[in-house]
C-alpha cells in the first residue's frame, strides 16, 4: 500500500469514526436554522456554512467561514476552502485539510520536469497548527523554504537533506539523511514552500530523481526510505489548521455588537492573540456559537454517576445526588435508618441460623460423600484384587502400613514439583518427609490407565514376597485416592546409571566400588529368582533401576513390570515389555519369559559397569551402537583393554577384569540355555570379590613388610663390644624378601 493511499485509508477511517461516534451522541444543532450542517460526510458547523446567510459573514473576515460545496468528490460532494480540501471541522478550533506537497522532479540529464508544484495556502485567516504539523522535506538532494507571514511580517525558515546512497538511510529517523524536518512557528499564516535540488539529482537519480517538502500532521507521517520515489504521486497530505473568530481578545469583543459567543458559554483568546474561541460551559454541550447553542447535559443518564444507595437527580447545569429511601446522608455517605438496621439484624439472624443448619447437612453430606469416594477408589486401584492376591500369597494386609491421603498429600507439600525425583514408565516419584521425619520416596501411578493399575498391584504383590537388605523396601501404600500410591524407603545417591554416565560420579566409583555393586545385585536377583515363594522375575533390570545408598550399597528397585512364576514353571509366555538395549533377544522373539531374561540384562549391566558406555547410543557409529554385541566383539577379538573405563584398569587387577569379562560374555548369550543361572553368577562373583580383597590386602602387606625391611637394613649393622668389629643380618633381609616376593607372585 501506498503512502498516499494509506493517508486516504487513515483519514477516511477518522471521518466514519467521526460520524459514528456523533450519530450515537446526542443530537445538539451545528448549523443556523434552515442551513445545512453537513457536505457529504463532513459536519459543518457554524460559523462554517455551505451558503450564503448559513456562516458568519464580517466585512473585515469576507468569506473567511464559506465552504464550497459544489464540487464532486468519487460521487459525492466534498467540502472545500479556496483550493483545498476539507476533511473535518471541530468547534474546538480545528480543520483538517489535504494540503498540497511541494514535488521537485528531474530528467536523468538534469532537465526538470514541468509538472513540479510549489503549493501555497490561499487561506490568509487560518494559522498552521503548531501542536499538529511540521514542515519535512525528503530527499538525498534537497533543501527547501517555508514562507509565510509571522505577526504581520515575512518569515522564512527552512532545512535540508543530503545521502549518497540508501545504505545510510535509517527508517523512522527524519535527521537530515534523506529527511529533515522543523517546526512550526506558532501563528504562521498566508503559507507556501517549496522543495530545491542543489545538483538536480544527478549524482542521486537512480534512486531519487525528486525533492519533496510538505506540512503534514505529525502523528500521520513517519519517514521511510520508500518515500524517495513513492511521494511523487502523493499529490496531497494531511494537515491542521486553527481557526478563530475576528483578530481581538474577548475583552474587546464582548463590548462590540458581532460578539459571537453564546448562552452558556465562555470565551477564551488565542495565545498569539490573533482572535479568540468560544467553548460551552461545564454541564453544557452544543455549538457555543449559536445564540442558544449550548444546552444542558443530563449527566444522569450517564452509568454511576452518583456513588451506591443514592439517586440523580439533572438540574440546570449540572446534578446532585441524594440517598434513597431508608437511608440518610453522613459525611457524604448515606447509612441505614435505624429500622433498616434492626430489619438487616433480624435477617443476618435468621440467615446465620439457615447458614448453620444447611452447613451441618452439607458437611455431613460431603463426609459421606468422602468415604464412598474412598471406598470407589479403593476397589477402582485395585482394593480387592490386592486383598485376594495377598491373600493367595499367605500374606495379610496388615503387614504393609496403609496410608491416608492426607499424610502423602502433607509428605509431599501436595505433591509439588520441586518434590519429584523422577519419572518413568509406570509412574511419577516425589521425594516426601513423614511425620516422624522419615525419608521417602513415594511413587505415583499414572492417571487414567487401567493397564498401570495392575502394574500398581502387581508391584505391591512382587515387593511383599521380598525381604533382602539389596532390594528397595517397601513401607505402605494408599488406595483411597483417584491414583494409587506406594511409599518406598529413600535412597539418598540416585540411580547407578548416573554414577556411570556422569564424568563427575563415575571417576568416584573405583572398581572395589563397580564389582561391590555387581555382586549385591546379583545377589538380590539371585535371591529373587530361587529363594523367595515364588519365583520373581524382574523383567526390567537395567543401572537405571538400581539405586545406590550413601555407601554405595545396591538397591534392585522398579518392580512394574516383575512376574512371579510358580516354582513348578520354567517361562511364562507374556507381552514382550522391558527397555530396549537391555531385552533379552531370546524373550524379544518368542515372547517366553524365563529367570535368564534378567540375566541377559544383567549382562548389559556388568558392560556398563566394565566399560562406562551406555547400552544403547544413536550417537556411537552404528557397529557400536550395542553395547552388548559391540563387548561380545571386543572379547572375541581380545580388544578388550581398549573398551574398559580407563581409571578402573591396573596391572594387578587386568586378569580379574578379563575374567568378569568373560563371565558378562556368557550372561549375555543369545541363547537362554547357554547363559548361566543367578545364583552362579552371583557365587562367581562373591569368589572374584574375595580375590580382590585379598589382593588388596596383600599389597597393604607387601606395604607394611616392605617399610619394616627398609626399617631392618637400616638397624642391621650392630657392633660387636667385644671385637669392636662390625655383624651383619644379610641372611635374615634375603629370607625374609624371598618370602614376601613369593606372597605377592602367589597373589596372596
Not at 515575512?154 to 545504505?167: E, M, Q, V, Y
Not at 569379562?661 to 572374584?688: H, I, Q, T, Y
Request: hydrophobic letters at 35%; charged letters at 20%.
Amino acid at each position: 500500500m501506498g503512502f498516499h493511499s494509506m493517508l486516504v485509508l487513515v483519514t477516511w477511517v477518522g471521518v466514519m469514526l467521526t460520524a459514528i461516534m456523533a450519530a450515537a451522541a446526542i443530537a445538539y444543532p451545528l448549523a443556523l436554522p434552515n442551513c445545512s450542517d453537513s457536505c457529504g460526510d463532513v459536519k459543518i458547523p457554524y460559523p462554517f456554512g455551505t451558503t450564503e446567510g448559513c456562516y458568519r459573514k464580517r466585512w473585515k473576515e469576507s468569506r473567511k467561514f464559506f465552504i464550497n460545496c459544489s464540487e464532486s468528490y468519487r460521487g459525492q460532494p466534498q467540502p472545500m476552502i479556496g483550493n483545498i480540501n476539507v476533511t473535518s471541522i471541530s468547534i474546538e478550533g480545528e480543520m483538517n485539510i489535504m494540503m498540497y506537497n511541494s514535488i521537485n522532479c528531474y530528467y536523468q540529464w538534469g532537465t526538470a520536469l514541468s509538472n513540479n508544484t510549489a503549493p501555497w495556502l490561499q487561506v490568509p485567516s487560518f494559522t498552521v497548527s503548531v501542536t499538529k504539523n511540521k514542515f519535512v522535506a525528503v530527499g538525498c538532494d534537497t533543501y527547501a523554504f517555508l514562507n509565510g507571514t509571522l505577526r504581520d511580517a515575512p518569515f522564512t525558515i527552512g532545512c535540508l537533506s543530503k545521502c549518497n546512497d540508501t545504505r545510510n538511510i535509517v527508517n523512522g529517523n527524519c535527521s537530515g539523511i534523506g529527511c529533515c524536518h522543523i517546526d512550526i512557528p506558532e501563528g504562521l499564516k498566508d503559507i507556501s514552500f517549496a522543495a530545491n535540488s542543489f545538483e538536480k539529482h544527478k549524482d542521486v537519480w537512480s534512486f531519487n530523481p525528486c525533492s519533496f517538502a510538505f506540512i503534514i500532521q505529525k502523528d500521520k507521517f513517519s519517514f521511510s526510505s520508500a518515500y524517495l520515489t513513492s511521494l511523487q504521486n502523493n499529490r496531497t497530505l494531511p494537515m491542521v489548521l486553527d481557526w478563530a473568530i475576528g483578530n481581538e481578545t474577548c475583552e474587546v469583543a464582548r463590548n462590540k455588537r458581532n460578539y459571537i459567543c453564546g448562552a452558556n458559554s465562555n470565551c477564551s483568546d488565542l495565545n498569539n492573540g490573533s482572535g479568540y474561541r468560544c467553548k460551552c460551559k461545564k454541564g453544557y454541550d452544543g455549538n457555543p456559537y449559536l445564540k442558544d447553542g449550548c444546552q444542558d447535559i443530563d449527566e444522569c443518564k450517564e452509568k454511576k454517576i452518583c456513588p451506591v444507595k443514592q439517586n440523580c437527580f439533572n438540574e440546570v447545569g449540572s446534578y446532585r445526588c441524594s440517598c434513597i429511601n431508608g437511608y440518610h446522608k453522613v459525611e457524604e455517605v448515606c447509612v441505614p435508618s435505624l429500622t433498616i438496621y434492626l430489619a438487616v439484624g433480624i435477617s443476618i439472624v435468621s440467615l446465620l441460623v439457615l447458614l448453620l443448619g444447611c452447613s451441618w447437612i452439607y458437611w455431613g453430606l460431603k463426609k459421606r460423600k468422602i468415604i464412598k469416594l474412598k471406598e470407589k477408589f479403593f476397589q477402582q486401584n485395585g482394593g480387592l484384587l490386592l486383598k485376594q492376591q495377598l491373600s493367595s500369597h499367605q500374606k495379610s494386609i496388615e503387614t504393609t502400613k496403609i496410608f491416608t491421603t492426607e499424610e502423602l498429600k502433607k509428605a509431599t507439600n501436595n505433591y509439588d514439583e520441586s518434590r519429584v525425583l523422577g519419572q518413568g514408565g509406570y509412574g511419577t516419584v516425589y521425594r516426601g518427609v513423614l511425620s516422624d521425619n522419615t525419608v521417602v520416596a513415594i511413587k505415583k501411578s499414572k492417571i487414567g490407565d487401567q493397564s498401570q493399575i495392575e502394574q500398581f498391584i502387581n508391584e505391591m504383590i512382587v515387593l511383599t514376597q521380598i525381604n533382602h537388605r539389596n532390594v528397595v523396601k517397601l513401607f505402605g501404600c494408599c488406595l483411597e485416592t483417584k491414583v494409587p500410591l506406594l511409599v518406598y524407603e529413600f535412597i539418598t545417591n540416585g540411580p547407578l546409571s548416573n554414577h556411570i554416565h556422569d564424568k563427575s560420579l563415575s571417576s568416584l566409583l573405583s572398581w572395589e566400588k563397580r564389582l561391590k555393586i555387581a555382586t549385591e545385585i546379583a545377589g538380590a536377583l539371585a535371591y529373587l529368582h530361587s529363594s523367595t515363594s515364588m519365583s520373581i522375575i524382574h523383567r526390567d533390570v537395567k543401572t537405571a533401576n538400581i539405586l545406590l545408598d550413601d555407601d554405595y550399597t545396591a538397591k534392585v528397585a522398579d518392580f512394574g513390570a516383575s512376574r512371579l512364576v510358580p516354582l513348578d514353571q520354567t517361562q511364562l509366555s507374556t507381552l514382550v515389555q522391558g527397555t530396549l538395549g537391555y531385552l533379552d533377544p531370546e524373550y524379544m522373539q518368542t515372547s517366553q519369559l524365563t529367570e535368564k531374561s534378567d540375566v541377559y540384562s544383567f549382562g548389559v549391566v556388568m558392560a556398563e559397569l566394565l566399560t562406562g558406555k551406555k547400552a544403547l547410543s544413536f550417537d556411537r557409529p552404528e557397529i557400536d551402537r550395542n553395547l552388548a554385541i559391540s563387548f561380545v566383539s571386543a572379547i572375541k577379538e581380545d580388544r578388550l583393554l581398549q573398551i574398559f573405563e580407563d581409571h578402573i584398569v591396573s596391572e594387578g587387577n587386568i586378569e580379574q577384569l578379563k575374567e568378569i569379562a568373560n563371565l558378562a560374555k556368557r550372561c549375555l548369550s543369545l541363547r537362554g540355555e547357554d547363559r548361566p543361572f543367578m545364583k552362579e553368577v552371583a557365587k562367581e562373583l562373591e569368589r572374584l570379590r574375595s580375590m580382590e580383597k585379598t589382593r588388596l590386602g596383600n599389597i597393604d602387606v607387601v606395604g607394611k613388610k616392605t617399610e619394616y625391611l627398609l626399617s631392618a637394613t637400616s638397624h642391621s649393622f650392630n657392633i660387636d663390644v667385644g671385637t669392636g668389629c662390625s655383624t651383619s643380618t644379610t641372611a635374615e633381609y634375603d629370607s625374609i624378601t624371598e618370602q614376601v616376593l613369593k606372597s605377592v607372585e602367589d597373589g596372596r
